[in-house]
Structures are given as structure tokens and as C-alpha cells.
């Protein structure tokens, strides 16, 4: 199968004061089509960095992001993103809010049929009844659910997610990780998940890279078989806890070379 | 109580409170109206110079509407230029700081000889120099401190710098824009009066308190500074009913 996104052997360092710092060294990911990827690693190893070079925010010092065939040079409208936060536009209906990328990027739909499919995405994820409302009126956990819905409208072949659940409480969350399910039966996309949570990646994520401490490299990429969407009950079997054994240990060994390299 | 009476009628009261206090003040002390003119001392005075309350009046609105606008216009423009750029940022806060810092006192007779005999231009003047600071400080720090991600997820899709400013940058904006302009408002008056009252044969509100001083008539005096309040008062509520239409989404619902 042709790999969707391919990141080949990326480095690259930020212009800092002090002289370069460099946060990505060797990163190697392939995302088939239709994939979900989940990136864990230490914190500050560079998993912001990474979503930026996918989304064509900016241009890695060295080696290729390619996205569906074609080297990634800038930002291109079949990507969509979602943040830890929501950043709604408070002056702005969630209805509206959705449809915001869809004033940027060129559509074939009609102004009738793009507030149809973004009514239904917002069902979809259990928003119907809210399209009206400022989202100020909404809880944390239903704005995140509305940031997913915009960054959906315009079918994006390329989800990409910095850690959109990062500051909910752990049931909105795990609730969260069944509507992301649901989402993705309903409307297909490939992605990429950025998360700090070893549960979250083995529930939604199909592959799981660690990567390295600063500078990160792609140190373990762990396969997650999957059939169907799982549930949260998958999640205390056996199989889960080895799979979340291994992704510790890894995660263990990556925080060990930093503090190595730090001394 | 009703919210639209409510929202009316106290401050109202406070109003009727502080004039009846102030009456007080001057009867118990026994001013004469040369120390203090009392509330009741000024009915008499407006009644006699009623029309040139208006003329007058009118000419320092004016005036002071219009450096207000070009305040608003310059101001804008500068904070967006401190506002994306931190190189202008760095070069342009400690000039404008400096300039906001001279009491505009001090500018008004370099001003007048500047400009000698252009008097509503001076006024304008000075009304748009004391006022467009802390409207360029706001729009700067509002549209410096936007969070990337707001501009992230426009750009992510191929959005230009200018639709980001229009869609995102500017209406993010408006609430702190607001808050500056009811300020700058206040001090534009401040600027227009300064003009009217130092410089000779001043037209507007201020010129006519400088003839109520050199004809020592006190009452006038105080009448003209219930009128600046009063002007002042509509000016304020103008700005407020502009900001709840363009702005009235960054105020949350009580409770």
C-alpha cells in the first residue's frame, strides 16, 4: 500500500541565542492511507515540531515530508488540525466556527450543503442542539468536540492532532477516544496523534512511534492489529497491558538519554 | 426592579446624590460663588448664555470628534505596525512613550505659534496627539500577544497574512481596541480643551470658561464644566453602545 505520509530521515534545529538547538535527528514515520500514527516521547522532544513540518508550517533544515506523493514545500488545504486548545473564535457561533476553514479553502459545495455537513459533523460527535451557541457557553470537553468538527469540514486527507485531549479529565477523554471511533468510520482521514498518554495511543492509533529524547529520533514503532474499533474494556486485557509495558519501557529508555545527554 | 429601569435609574440617583452633596458642601460652608459656585447657582447661568452653550459646545464636539477619529485611524495603523513587527515594536515603544510623557500643556503654545491663527486645526491637533496612545498601545499588544495556534490553523490551510488579520486578528482585538477607545475619548476632551481655554481668541467650551475667569463669572465657569462632563458622559456611552454592537460577544452573560 502507498504510504499517505512519509517523513524521511527529517532533522532539524531552531536558531536559538545560544547557537542552534536541534529537536529533530533522524525522525523516519510512514503513515498508509487511512492509518492513524500516534507519536509519543519525552516532553520537549520535539512532537510539536513534527506536526508543524506536516502541516507545511515550516521547513525542516534537512530530508522530506511527503504527503500523497508530493514533497510538502507549504500548507496546503488537505490538512486539517486540532490543538490542545480548542481556539474557537468567541465571537463566532460553533456553527459557524466550523465552517471557518471552509471561507479559506476552495469548495464545491454550496453555502446550504457546507451548513448540512457541518450540522451532521456536529451530531456526529454529540453536538446537535449546540450549532447556535457561543463557545463560551460550552464545556471544555464539547469544545474540543467542535475544534475536531472544523478541522474535518473540508474532508482533509491528513488529520492532524497536538494533543487535543491533553487538558480534558479523564472520562470527557476516554469519551473523547469512542467519538474519535466513531468519527473515523463515518469519515475516513489519515493521522496523526501527538499525545503524552500511552492508553490514548494504544486505543486510537494502529501504530505507535516513540521517539527519542531532544534531539528525537524514531527510536520504536510499535503495530497495534486492529479489526474493529475497540472498546474501553479492550483496554484492561492482557494484550493492552503488554502493549503498554513495552511503550513504557521505551519511553523509559528515551527519558535516560536525556538525562545523559544533559550531564 | 426592572433591568432597563434599573440600569437607568441608579446611576441617575448617584448623579442627583453628588449634586444635592455638593450643594450641601457650598451652604454649610458658606462659599461665596468666587470660592465655590453651588448646583443651584448654575440653572442661572446656562440660562443666560444658552446660545453660546450651543455654538460652543457644538465647536468642541466637533473638534473633539474628529482628533478622536483620526486618533483612532493613526493609532490602529501604528499598533499594527508594532504589532506584527518586533523590530518596529522595539525601535517605536520607548519614541512613544517619551512623547506620551511631555504634559501636553507644554505642546500646546508650541502649537499655537506652529500654526498661529489655524485654530480648529491646532484644537484637532491636540485632541488626536493626547488621544491615539494608548489606542496604538492596545491594538499592538492585542494583535502581538494572539496565540499562534489562532494563526496556525488558518495558515495550516494556505490562508494570507491578511485574511488571518481580517478574520482572526482584528475582531480578537476589538474588546482591548474598546477599552482604549473610552479612554481616549476622555482625553481627547482633555486635548481640546487645553487648545481652547490657552490660546487667545479660542472658540468652544474651553474659550467660553476662559471669559467666565476674565469677566469673573464663577458660575459660568462651573456651568461649563457640567457641560464638558455632560459632553463627556454622551461621548463615553457612544463608545459603549459601539462596542456592544461589534464587540458585545467578549462580554459573558451575568451569572
Redesign the interface.
Known amino acids: 500500500m502507498e504510504n499517505l505520509i512519509e517523513i524521511k530521515g527529517v532533522r532539524h534545529a531552531y536558531r536559538t541565542d545560544s547557537g542552534p538547538l536541534p529537536v529533530l535527528d533522524g525522525l523516519e514515520i510512514a503513515v498508509p492511507e487511512g492509518g492513524f500514527v500516534a507519536v509519543v516521547g519525552p516532553s520537549g522532544c520535539g512532537k510539536s515540531t513534527l506536526t508543524?513540518l506536516v502541516?507545511?508550517?515550516m521547513k525542516p533544515d534537512h530530508g522530506e515530508v511527503w504527503l500523497h506523493g508530493e514533497r510538502v514545500k507549504?500548507?496546503?488545504?488537505t490538512?486539517g488540525?486540532a490543538?490542545q486548545?480548542p481556539?474557537l473564535?468567541?465571537?463566532r457561533s460553533i456553527l459557524k466556527n466550523v465552517l471557518?476553514?471552509l471561507?479559506?479553502?476552495p469548495s464545491k459545495l454550496s453555502k446550504k450543503e457546507a451548513e448540512d455537513r457541518a450540522r451532521m459533523l456536529l451530531s456526529l460527535v454529540g453536538l446537535e442542539g449546540f450549532e447556535d451557541k457561543?463557545p463560551?457557553?460550552l464545556s471544555g470537553g464539547m469544545r474540543q468536540r467542535a475544534s475536531l468538527c472544523?478541522a474535518l469540514i473540508?474532508q482533509p486527507e491528513v488529520l492532524?492532532l497536538d494533543e487535543p485531549f491533553g487538558a480534558l479529565d479523564a472520562f470527557t477523554r476516554e469519551d473523547l477516544w469512542q467519538t474519535m471511533h466513531k468519527v473515523k468510520e463515518r469519515e475516513p482521514f489519515t493521522g496523526v496523534l501527538i499525545t503524552h498518554d500511552l492508553r490514548e495511543s494504544i486505543f486510537l492509533a494502529d501504530q505507535v512511534v516513540v521517539l527519542s529524547g531532544r534531539p528525537a529520533k524514531t527510536q520504536y514503532v510499535l503495530d497495534i492489529p486492529r479489526n474493529a474499533a475497540p472498546t474501553l474494556d479492550d483496554l484492561y486485557t492482557t494484550e493492552a497491558a503488554e502493549q503498554l509495558n513495552i511503550l513504557r519501557h521505551q519511553i523509559q529508555v528515551a527519558q535516560g538519554r536525556t538525562t545523559e545527554g544533559a550531564t | 426592579m426592572n433591568k432597563h429601569v434599573q440600569a437607568f435609574a441608579v446611576p441617575m440617583a448617584a448623579i442627583v446624590v453628588f449634586l444635592l452633596f455638593w450643594e450641601a458642601l457650598v451652604w454649610v460652608n458658606g462659599w461665596p460663588t468666587y470660592k465655590m459656585a453651588a448646583p443651584s447657582d448654575l440653572p442661572a447661568a446656562f440660562e443666560r448664555h444658552w446660545s453660546l452653550f450651543l455654538t460652543m459646545g457644538w465647536q468642541t464636539l466637533w473638534r473633539t470628534i474628529l482628533g478622536l477619529l483620526l486618533a483612532v485611524i493613526f493609532g490602529t495603523i501604528l499598533g499594527m505596525i508594532m504589532g506584527f513587527s518586533r523590530i518596529m515594536r522595539d525601535a517605536l515603544y520607548p519614541l512613544l512613550v517619551g512623547f506620551n510623557a511631555i504634559p501636553k500643556a507644554t505642546v500646546v503654545p508650541i502649537v499655537a505659534l506652529m500654526f498661529v491663527g489655524q485654530h480648529d486645526f491646532n484644537t484637532v491637533l491636540l485632541a488626536f496627539m493626547i488621544s491615539f496612545f494608548p489606542i496604538a498601545v492596545s491594538v499592538s499588544i492585542g494583535l502581538s500577544t494572539l496565540?499562534p495556534?489562532?494563526r496556525?490553523?488558518?495558515?495550516?490551510?494556505?490562508?494570507s497574512q491578511a485574511?488571518i488579520f481580517w478574520?482572526?486578528a482584528l475582531?480578537?482585538t476589538?474588546p482591548e481596541f474598546f477599552g482604549a477607545l473610552k479612554v481616549a475619548v476622555t482625553l481627547a476632551f482633555i486635548g481640546t480643551n487645553l487648545m481652547e481655554i490657552v490660546s487667545p481668541h479660542g472658540r468652544g467650551l474651553g474659550a467660553l470658561f476662559d471669559s467666565g475667569r476674565t469677566n469673573s463669572d464663577f458660575p459660568l465657569m462651573f456651568a461649563v464644566l457640567i457641560a464638558l462632563a455632560f459632553l463627556g458622559i454622551v461621548l463615553y456611552y457612544i463608545v459603549v453602545a459601539l462596542e456592544k454592537i461589534f464587540?458585545g460577544?467578549?462580554e459573558?452573560?451575568p451569572g
Open positions: 508543524r502541516a507545511g508550517l507549504g500548507p496546503r488545504s490538512v488540525m490543538f486548545n481556539v473564535l468567541e465571537w471557518l476553514p471561507e479559506i479553502v457561543r463560551s457557553e472544523r473540508h492532524i | 496565540e495556534e489562532y496556525d490553523i488558518l495558515r495550516s490551510l494556505g490562508a485574511t478574520k482572526i475582531p480578537k476589538l464587540a460577544w467578549a459573558r452573560a
